[in-house]
């Protein structure tokens, strides 16, 4: 299993950021995938989840309205659109294989990428 993230940055307050993960190793269109994110300040937080086929999603409280997943199966890549953008969102976001609430549900993860929301 292997993943891949992409697209995070540097945004001020109200700006966007589109993350993306590239996926291999294991039959994508078959499982469920999250973003999940890590901060010093708040640690741990399951970010939103997607099934398979990309029908239904789970968010978070703290970034519903704001973020929006998705998935390509075509192309076995995970993405997550994030809008209006505040500080609080920052940390560092992995895409995960599974649903869990927990890091430790998760056995497979990407690397992480940075976002990082500061005026």
């Known amino acids: 299993v292997q993943l891949v993230e992409s697209g995070g940055g540097l945004v001020q307050p109200g700006g966007s950021l589109r993350l993306s993960c590239a996926a291999s190793?294991?039959?994508?269109?078959?499982?469920?995938m999250a973003w999940v994110r890590q901060s010093p300040r708040k640690g741990f937080e399951r970010v939103s989840v997607?099934?398979?086929?990309?029908?239904?999603?789970y968010y978070a409280d703290s970034v519903t309205g704001r973020f929006t997943i998705s998935r390509d199966n075509a192309k076995n890549m995970l993405y997550l659109q994030m809008n209006n953008l505040k500080p609080e969102d920052t940390a560092v976001y992995y895409c995960?294989?599974?649903?869990?609430?927990?890091?430790?549900?998760?056995?497979?993860w990407g690397q992480g990428t940075q976002v990082t929301v500061s005026s």
């Open positions: 995960a294989l599974g649903i869990g609430e927990t890091a430790q549900d998760y056995d497979h």
């Open positions: 190793g294991f039959k994508f269109s078959s499982r469920a």
């Open positions: 997607i099934n398979g086929g990309g029908s239904s999603a």
